[in-house]
């Protein structure tokens, strides 16, 4: 099935598939399409058709007609298509029977962090949204697709779940191995360099206490550039900056990712495609190639501003760099790996950001600078919730 990256209708829109060339129906808030068993019920195809459109909770468990087993249970959820949910947030049974349930986030098609692991159908989720195949390489999809900037950035949001723990793939040729990164490449990369260079920064400086400030320096630096980078850069799909004289709005420059196929390719290829397949383990922490192309303005600005002393601006650097590391092994981690108490907290965090709530908790490594600049992670209300 497709997990929750599917739709959600209304009662009157699942009480319109009531025939035998189209049949939905609902158990509670999810909704079955079982339009291809009718003929294969083993009860014939007329009973099914007599609940369809309907919620058939009730039937499935009534002994006196024929109480269906967990395997009748597993045919059903193959043929999931979506979620029922009414205008007070409950969900609600075709039948006219309220029931509390899972609410669906409007912008993700999802409830909660679990609906992050549920396996995607590739073929049902195709059919579905019209978006990309999963069963076929995805950048020439997508650069071929003409896809509107609305449109892809409403799909890419509503996470997928490759299979199997492989990775979706990306290019389909001999550049696939360029494209996904193995998290301990990180440390076993860049750790040495980083120790090398503080060494050589301490030594030059000739004073420990003077090179270690300027390393936890450059490490809190990091920090800041997470948050701008995740925010302004990997988020570039929309955000406003307001320059303001006066206390007065004087002017407001909206930036927004080019409505074209090359400005949606590249957003793809930076960070679409983590929130497209969040779980994909291989794609989870940064390719060395492309952490050294934004890994060259941080060294720039490390020897631009601290200019007076080379040691000085070298020992900032490696402060950054570490704190790079430790901030894709956290990315990691808060995805796949069970984690202290702190971090588990960090981990919902998170993970928020993915199934609820893409456009606020830019931080990974920290909330600080969420807090700060106002983006701190609240949970928003679900599709069709009541305001509190």
Not at 194 to 201: C, F, N, S
Not at 261 to 276: A, D, E, K, P
Request: aromatic share 14%; glycine share 8%; with cysteine.
């Amino acid at each position: 099935m497709s997990g929750r990256t599917l739709p959600t209708f209304t009662p009157a829109e699942v009480e319109s598939h009531n025939t035998s060339k189209s049949c939905y129906v609902t158990v509670g808030s999810r909704v079955y399409d079982v339009t291809s068993f009718v003929d294969d019920h083993p009860g014939g195809g007329d009973l099914i058709l007599e609940y369809a459109g309907k919620d058939v909770k009730e039937i499935l468990r009534d002994s006196l007609s024929h109480e269906h087993s967990e395997a009748a249970y597993e045919i059903l959820e193959d043929s999931l298509v979506g979620f029922v949910a009414s205008a007070n947030g409950q969900s609600t049974s075709t039948n006219g029977t309220a029931e509390t349930s899972e609410l669906v986030f409007a912008s993700t098609g999802m409830s909660r962090e679990e609906d992050l692991s549920v396996e995607t159908d590739y073929t049902k989720d195709y059919q579905t949204h019209k978006f990309l195949d999963l069963n076929k390489p995805l950048l020439l999809q997508l650069w071929n697709s003409g896809f509107s900037k609305e449109f892809y950035l409403d799909q890419v949001h509503r996470p997928r779940h490759y299979k199997g723990g492989a990775s979706a793939p990306l290019f389909g040729n001999f550049l696939e191995p360029l494209s996904i990164t193995p998290w301990y490449m990180v440390p076993i990369i860049w750790l040495p360099p980083v120790t090398y260079g503080t060494v050589l920064g301490l030594a030059g400086l000739g004073n420990v206490p003077a090179g270690v400030a300027y390393w936890l320096t450059g490490l809190f630096l990091w920090t800041l550039i997470e948050y701008i980078m995740h925010r302004f850069l990997f988020h570039v799909d929309k955000y406003d900056i307001r320059l303001t004289y006066n206390a007065s709005t004087c002017l407001t420059i909206a930036r927004y990712l080019p409505d074209n196929r090359v400005g949606i390719t590249l957003h793809f290829l930076l960070h679409g495609i983590h929130h497209y397949v969040p779980m994909d383990k291989y794609r989870l922490v940064m390719p060395p190639a492309l952490f050294v192309v934004l890994a060259t303005p941080f060294w720039k600005l490390a020897h631009s501003v601290f200019f007076y002393n080379w040691y000085a601006a070298l020992t900032v650097f490696c402060g950054g760099v570490f704190g790079y590391i430790c901030y894709d092994l956290t990315h990691y981690f808060l995805h796949h790996r069970n984690l202290p108490l702190y971090y588990k907290q960090l981990k919902k965090y998170h993970l928020q950001h993915h199934f609820a709530d893409f456009d606020n908790g830019f931080g990974v490594t920290s909330r600080f600078w969420d807090r700060v600049f106002g983006t701190e992670l609240e949970m928003p209300s679900p599709k069709g919730a009541k305001a509190q």
